[in-house]
């Protein structure tokens, strides 16, 4: 049960990863829209974008709870999402059918809470932060934890304050966390943003 949690929380952090590029960005494609395989939910996560942009990372949306088309696609997504994995797990492991369900409302949880205190954000999901408000938002795809960003090489840091403590993205004692992120990053360095003026979204880009 235990193991099997476990690597369900591992799967789930590799899926945050995965949705966020090719569903919620969807992929460049030379002189066409971006294609993602969920228009809706794409168009949705770009007007996310463009929201907190404006509002130095407050998503008003949220406030407006299932009112909202954003909020309501999101959880409906969430919900589509851990009941098909509970379905494919369920012959597997148990631990990974309730991993897959606390990673959902854990997902809505942290994603709901940055987006109304972004200073909260700016504390304990820094690489979500900078996922918005960095010179490059195809990068950071991981919300709730970021461990397939630095495996994938997909950690981009925008200034030493918006750096995790450690690369599991939980607060250690300083010095497990100095030593753990010394080891690790000589694997998997994360990458530092170019000091620059951060660009706005286009109200006109390309969606599928």
């Known amino acids: 049960m235990i193991k099997g949690f476990v690597v369900g929380i591992i799967v789930a952090n590799g899926f945050e990863w995965v949705a966020h590029k090719y569903i919620l960005h969807g992929t460049h494609r030379v002189g066409q829209a971006r294609f993602s395989p969920v228009p809706k939910s794409m168009q949705s996560h770009w007007e996310h974008h463009r929201e907190v942009r404006k509002t130095e990372f407050h998503d008003h949306g949220y406030v407006e709870g ?3 088309w954003r909020t309501r696609n999101e959880i409906m997504s969430l919900a589509v999402v851990a009941g098909a994995a509970s379905l494919i797990f369920y012959p597997i492991s148990k631990g990974m059918v309730v991993a897959s369900l606390y990673s959902a409302c ?15 954000a700016k504390k304990k999901i820094p690489w979500h932060y900078d996922h918005h408000m960095n010179s490059n938002q195809d990068a950071n795809w991981c919300v709730t934890k970021p461990w397939f960003d630095y ?11 918006l750096k995790e403590q450690n690369p599991l993205g939980v607060i250690l004692p ?3 966390a100095k030593w753990l992120s010394h080891h690790v990053e000589k694997v998997f360095p994360v990458k530092w943003a170019r000091p620059k003026q ?5 109200e006109n880009i390309k969606l599928s």
Not at 106 to 120: G, K, T, V
Not at 151 to 161: E, I, K, N, Q, Y
Not at 198 to 202: A, D
């Open 106 to 120: 854990n997902y809505y949880y942290i994603h709901r809470r940055a987006h109304l205190a972004p200073e909260w």
């Open 151 to 161: 495996l994938l090489g997909t950690r981009v840091v925008s200034s030493a304050d």
């Open 174 to 176: 300083n010095s497990a």
């Open 198 to 202: 951060l660009p706005q979204i286009s």
């Open 66 to 68: 299932v009112k909202n």
